[in-house]
């Protein structure tokens, strides 16, 4: 059975910086796309970072890039985003999702998520 397990959200002030973690267990890591989603209050959930273990291709949306980067650490199979000069409009709820096969944007190709971790940023 799938299991992600997401930490490292919190609250900071604009420009300050956070590291998610997603912890994996129940599948076979290097199979396996996982993907980071947030979901702000009234707003559509958007995928905004992702990386492949098959072939380590990363994904990153353009309201992130260059401000955001995603890690890996196999040996905990665990997939970090560190997120560098956060602003308000990152607030949101972070989760990270997990499907076997090649990377994909749209959260319609996961079945696997974990609970998430709020990122509040005040200005």
């Known amino acids: 059975e799938v299991h992600l397990v997401e930490s490292g959200g919190g609250v900071v002030q604009a420009g300050g910086s956070l590291r998610l973690s997603c912890v994996a267990s129940g599948f076979t890591f290097g199979d396996y796309a996982i993907a980071w989603f947030r979901q702000s209050p009234g707003k559509e959930r958007e995928g905004i970072s992702g990386?492949?273990?098959?072939?380590?291709?990363?994904y990153y949306d353009d309201s992130v890039k260059g401000r955001f980067t995603i890690s890996v650490d196999n040996v905990k199979s665990t997939v970090y985003l560190q997120m560098n000069s956060l602003q308000p409009g990152d607030t949101a709820a972070y989760y990270c999702a997990a499907r076997r096969g090649p990377l994909r944007v749209s959260e319609h190709w996961y079945d696997d998520w974990g609970q998430g971790t709020q990122v509040s940023v005040s200005s």
């Open positions: 990386v492949s273990n098959i072939d380590g291709y990363t």
